[in-house]
């Protein structure tokens, strides 16, 4: 049999095997739910061994003269040295993420340009989907050289971070049974015993805010054209913010960054589940233009 026509058939051979064992990892890794990153790093093992075998292939079935052999070995060297050290940064970029924590699967972040929710951190890169619905793929390595803005706040670390101890949150967790506005007034109470003067001016709903276990606190601006009474335009701005109270389950907060003819706008929306914030953003966006450009007043 012709060598190059054997090379064609081994060759071929291999990428059949390595089609059906990535295939078969794929499913046990659905079904039995392995851990994403240990799944990513079988496929890299496994993609450099089906390489390894093609240019063994190529060795031992082309009869190539040895000065040809040195050559080809020289360049192979150097195209698996530069793979590996791509591979090598990538991975080290994803064990620095998954180790320092700057974000975890679920949250709302916005890494460099992108904004959306985390739906995986791998090895080699990170999953997020965007408002729109759509995915990318963004490399580890990227993304430590990009801006990385967490929206997703884990209440617990909120606490230790404003010197709220933890017989305090016990203490407020006893009375969270209770009726509402007395709960809300002994949560209140036992708070202004704390050094909260950070936390309270940043969440000005803090006394509810603490039962959570985490929650999403995402910015966003929009300009607003001022051809009528300000105090026309505000109290739009306010029936949108009580709309949507019920909705993110905290009300909207807003406030007027610049002033004029044309104003900046920037809107704080608080809910315990970022997907939510994701479902909704359209529709805010939606209804904050129909409302604010109605020609009839409220």
Known sequence: MNEYLLFLIVSALIYFVYRVVMSFINRMSKKRKYAVNAVNVLKILIRVVTIILYIIALVVI???PDEYLVSLTSISGIIIGFAATEIMSQIIS???IISTKPFGVNDFV???DTEGIVLEIGMNYTVVQRIDGTLVKIPNK???????KNYTIKMKDELEKNDINEDTVEEIKKISESDEKKKKFQISSILSKQSTTNIKKLYKNFSDLILEQEITRY???IQVYFDEKPEIMLKKLDSICKKYESVYKYKPLYSITSFGYR???????TCPDALVIVDQQEKLINDLTNVLYQEEGI
């Open 142 to 148: 990227k993304i430590l050289d990009s801006k990385v």
């Open 62 to 64: 082309i009869k190539i």
């Open 219 to 221: 910015t966003f601006e």
């Open 263 to 269: 104003a900046t706008v920037q809107f704080i929306i």
């Open 110 to 112: 916005q890494l460099g």
């Open 94 to 96: 994803g064990i620095y």
